[in-house]
């Protein structure tokens, strides 16, 4: 992967910005470059999102566990966007520079972000408490791009086990991700 540009910089996606469509929607400048794993990391969902209608997904450090995503390139001035629908202004996510390495063993230093409030972490994904259970369109977001990007089949296979909270997301978000 070749990725230094100076006009550009390196996104790790975990959640809905897996799907090409969604990342698409405030940063067109997205460029799939393939995928990579977060170590020390564990995909939980913790805080709900109104726009969801459910719990959106945060990494949470965690020796010995691994996030599976997607590594995307932007240009520099669709930072402000990214940042914008992190909800870095209102204090959702933090940004953070992760390690990311490749499939072919390549390390990556990635911008990502991480929620800002971490309760104790749901070890055991399958068993989210129902306040922190993902809508069915978040989670369908997130094994739909999991599949398009074509991460690791038995990573696809755990994502399928997170029980969602039965709800759809906004009609606006859902017309977003039908445009």
């Known amino acids: 992967m ?3 540009k100076k006009e550009t910089f390196v996104y790790f996606a975990y959640g809905s910005n897996l799907l090409k469509k969604r990342i698409r929607i405030n940063n067109p400048s997205a460029q799939f470059l393939g995928i990579g794993k977060l170590n020390n990391h564990h ?3 913790i805080k709900y999102s109104e726009h969801w209608r459910g719990s959106s997904a945060t990494i949470v450090p965690i ?4 996030v ?3 590594v995307w390139r932007l240009n520099i001035e669709d930072m402000p966007a990214l940042d914008w629908q992190e909800g870095v ?4 996510y933090f940004p ?11 390390k ?3 911008r990502t972000y991480q929620q800002t409030v971490n309760p104790p972490p749901c070890k055991k994904i399958e068993e989210l408490p129902m306040e922190r259970r993902p809508s069915s369109t978040y989670l369908e977001c997130i094994i ?3 599949n398009e990007c074509q991460l690791p089949n038995d990573y696809i296979q755990i994502l399928k086990k997170i029980p969602d909270n039965g709800n759809e997301a906004s009609p606006k978000m859902i017309e977003k991700l039908k445009n």
């Open 144 to 146: 739909n791009g999991a």
């Open 43 to 45: 995909l939980d969902f």
């Open 108 to 110: 990556l230093q990635c």
């Open 63 to 66: 020796e010995g566990c691994y």
């Open 2 to 4: 070749s990725l230094e």
């Open 96 to 106: 953070k520079t992760v390690e990311i390495i490749t499939p072919d063993g390549e």
């Open 68 to 70: 599976w995503g997607a």
């Open 89 to 92: 202004d209102t204090n959702w």
